[in-house]
C-alpha cells in the first residue's frame, strides 16, 4: 500500500491508544463493589473505540512495524509504563505489556481483515489480560469486532458489531456489551448497552447505555442515571487537516525529556518514512518505506539461508499456556528485561531494524 494510506504512527503506537482512558482502571482498583469494578472496566474496554470516530481517522491505517520494531510510552502524569515489540510478521502478531501501581494489562495482538464487497471486517484475536494488585482479580476481554464501511466509494468509517463480553475470571461475574448495528441506508451507529450478570448468568440491576464516540452512562434496572461512567477525550485542533488525531494520539511520536537518551534504536518514533510522512514528504516517507521493507527481506533471506528463525529480544512465547490455540507472550524480567536495560543505558542484542 502507498504510504498515503497510511497515518503517521505505527501498529505498535495504535495500540498504546488503549491506555488513554487508563483512570478508568485506577478507578476500578480503588472501588470497593465487585461489580462497580467490572463497570469501571468494561467502560475501559469500549473507550479505545472513540479514537477512530472521526472519517479522516477511519479512512488511513497505521504503519505495519519491522520485525523487531519497539514503541515505548512512559506516562509519568497518568502513572503508567506501556512496552510493545511486533513479534512475527507472518502472521502479523504484537506483544505488549502496560503496569501502573494498581494494575497491569497485557495482549498479543494479531490484526487480521476479511473483505466483503463494499466493506471489510477487522478482527483482533488475541484477549486484554487485566490484572488488578488491589484486589487480586483477573479480567480478560476480545476486542470488538469492528466493520470498515464503504472501502470502494464513499465516506469511509467505522462500526463496532456484534458483543463484547468482559469476565472476571476470579468470581466469574461478566458483561455483555451490544452494539447496535447501523441499517443499510441510516449510516453508522454508535449506540451501546451493557448488562451485568453474576457467576450462575442471573443479570445484575447495574449496566451501561451510550455511544462508543461520546459518552457512557450507568444503568439501573435498565434504566440511565445521571452518573457519566465514561466520555471522550479531546482531539486536536483542526482534526480534519491532523489525520483526524486525539491529543493523545498526537503526543507519540513526541521525544520528549522522559526518552530522550533513553529509547531503543528500534522504537517507532525513529522510523524515517513514518517522520517523512508526518512532516508531510511523502515521496521521500515512500522511498523511505522501501529502503526498510528490502532490508527486512533481506534479514529474512539471511536466517532462512542459515535455518535460523527470529526471535523477539523482549517477549518470550508462553508455551502451554491455558489461552488454547491464542499465541501468548510475555514480557521478559531481570538481567534480559526492557526496563532493566533502560535502567542501565544499555541495548544488548538489539537489531537496528529501522536503520537503512
Known sequence: MPVSANEPISLLQRASEQL???????????????????IYITAFAISPLSGVRLKER??????????????ELVREDLGFRFIAEKVSHRPVQLSFQADARDWSLTQSPKPT???WGKSAEIITEGKLRLSLHTHGERY?????????????????????????????????????????AGGMFS????????????????????????????????????????????????LVKQPQKHWGYTQFAATLNE???TEK???????????????????????????MKEKLEVAQRVRRREMESKGESWTPRWFTKLEGNPAGTEDV????????????????????????????
Open 20 to 38: 488513554e482512558y487508563c483512570s478508568l482502571l485506577d478507578k476500578a482498583a480503588t472501588a470497593t463493589d465487585g461489580v462497580e469494578r467490572l
Open 58 to 71: 477511519a479512512a488511513r491505517k497505521p504503519f505495519n512495524p519491522m520485525l523487531g520494531e519497539t514503541f
Open 113 to 115: 481483515q476479511q473483505f
Open 140 to 180: 480478560s476481554w476480545a476486542p470488538a469486532n469492528c466493520s470498515l464501511k464503504n472501502i470502494i466509494a464513499g465516506e469511509k468509517y467505522v462500526e463496532p458489531t456484534g458483543e463484547m463480553v468482559v469476565m472476571n475470571e476470579t468470581t466469574g461475574e461478566k458483561t455483555v456489551t451490544t452494539f447496535k
Open 187 to 234: 449510516g453508522r451507529s454508535e449506540e451501546l448497552s451493557t448488562k451485568t450478570f453474576d457467576s450462575h448468568g442471573k443479570a445484575l440491576p447495574l449496566g451501561l447505555q451510550g455511544t462508543w464516540a461520546d459518552s457512557i452512562k450507568l444503568t439501573e434496572n435498565g434504566l440511565p442515571t445521571n452518573t457519566t461512567i465514561w466520555s471522550v477525550g479531546p
Open 255 to 257: 521525544v520528549t525529556s
Open 261 to 287: 537518551g533513553h529509547l531503543p534504536p528500534t522504537d517507532s518514533r525513529y522510523r524515517p518514512d513514518q517522520r517523512a510522512l508526518e512532516e508531510g514528504h511523502v515521496d521521500r516517507a515512500e522511498e
Open 329 to 356: 507472550w510475555k514480557l521478559k524480567t531481570g538481567k534480559d528485561g526492557y526496563w532493566e536495560e533502560r535502567a542501565s543505558g544499555k541495548w544488548t542484542g538489539v537489531v537496528p531494524v529501522l536503520s537503512v
